[in-house]
Nanobody
């Protein structure tokens, strides 16, 4: 079993930055990532990273302003978001893949508004 605990969301003004964190419990996690669901939209990929090798994958819409990273020792994955705009308002979910099974966090709200 894998448990994921997200943190770092909140209300941010346009142009600001946030760093989301996701701490994982459990072992043999192959990859972790971030997805988001904006109001009225479907869940969409933001970025993923493999735990051991650190290979990253970004959605086209996330290239440039989003940076995913991980701390292996802390079993934590981060999502740095820069130049936030209202279109980034969404619930951000952490995801982990372990032995072919996906696990999800409870989500953290990011609201971009002046």
């Amino acid at each position: 079993q894998v448990q994921l605990v997200e943190s770092g969301g909140g209300l941010v003004q346009p142009g600001g930055s946030l760093r989301l964190s996701c701490a994982a419990s459990g072992s043999s996690i192959y990859a972790m990532g971030w997805y988001r669901r904006a109001p009225g939209n479907q869940l969409e990929l933001v970025a993923t990273i493999t735990v051991t090798s650190g290979i990253t994958n970004y959605a086209d819409s996330a290239e440039g302003r989003f940076t995913i990273s991980r701390d292996i020792a802390k079993k934590t994955v981060y999502l740095q978001i820069d130049s936030l705009n209202p279109g980034d308002t969404a619930v951000y979910y952490c995801n982990a893949r372990r032995l072919g099974i996906e696990f999800w966090g409870q989500g953290t709200q990011v609201t971009v508004s002046s």
